[in-house]
């Protein structure tokens, strides 16, 4: 069985209380940091294919305001929306999740997390 594993950025605060919600409940996990190791590409499509790239894409967030209008309209689809988050990691909805049992989450959902744990 794989081990579960979080991806995100340590200082965003949704990381840290997915991460602190995990440790509660003692559920053993792996923490990858998108602003060290960067995306894993494989991992992305992964991610696209089981949530979509709706779910995975962040546009709420600073970063994704912070791009030019040109950018943000040039995310039609999926393909554009996996250059952009490989580019801009910041652009991907936090944490993801790849739990143990093979499922992936985005986002941090009590509910959500306690049934997959």
Known sequence: MT???LYGIPNCDTV???????????VAHDF????????PPQRL??????????RVLNRKGTTWRK???ATRAAVIDAASARALMLAQSS???RPVVEWAGG???VGFD???FARQR
Do not use: M, N, S
């Not at 840290?16 to 003692?26: E, F, I, P, S, T």
């Not at 499509?45 to 709706?54: F, I, Q, T, Y």
């Open 91 to 93: 652009v991907i909805k």
């Open 110 to 112: 009590e509910a959500e």
């Open 32 to 39: 990858h940091d998108f602003k060290k190791a960067g995306v």
């Open 3 to 5: 081990p579960t594993t």
């Open 103 to 105: 499922a992936i989450t």
């Open 67 to 69: 791009l030019d209008e």
């Open 45 to 54: 499509d992964a991610w696209l294919a089981a949530a979509g790239w709706e």
């Open 16 to 26: 840290k209380r997915a991460r602190a919600w995990l440790g509660a409940q003692g």
